[in-house]
Nanobody, 125 residues
Framework: QGQLVESGGGLVQPGGSLRLACAAS????????MGWFRQAPGKEREFVAA????????YYADSVKDRFTISRDNAKITVYLQMNSLKVEDTAVYLC??????????????????WGQGTQVTVSS
């Protein structure tokens, strides 16, 4: 059974940076599309970024494009989210997810088979 564990969240000032990591176990890493989602209090879970198994393609939400970068290291079975120029509205719980076959597209929650517990990111002065 696959397991995903996120780390790297915390409190940061607006304009600052954080790097999230998601360590996977029980999965054949290079067979899964990996994604990051986020959920703020009172809001629905939303897509942030995704990367294909070979890192050939990456996808971003418009709200984070040019500020966030998703990457993966299949040897370490880890996916990263580098977040720069953070804004207050980026505050949320960030969750890592893995999809064996994105039946509904990489941006759709329904495509993902495994989820982590999430890590809190708070952007505040």
């Amino acid at each position: 059974q696959g397991q995903l564990v996120e780390s790297g969240g915390g409190l940061v000032q607006p304009g600052g940076s954080l790097r999230l990591a998601c360590a996977a176990s029980g999965l054949t890493s290079n067979m899964y599309r990996m994604g990051w989602f986020r959920q703020a209090p009172g809001k629905e879970r939303e897509f942030v970024a995704a990367v294909t198994p070979s890192s050939q393609n990456t996808y971003y939400a418009d709200s984070v494009k040019d500020r966030f970068t998703i990457s993966r290291d299949n040897a370490k079975i880890t996916v990263y989210l580098q977040m720069n120029s953070l804004k207050v509205e980026d505050t949320a719980v960030y969750l890592c997810a893995a999809a064996s076959a994105p039946r509904f597209g990489v941006r759709n929650i329904k495509s993902y088979d495994y989820w982590g517990q999430g890590t809190q990111v708070t952007v505040s002065s």
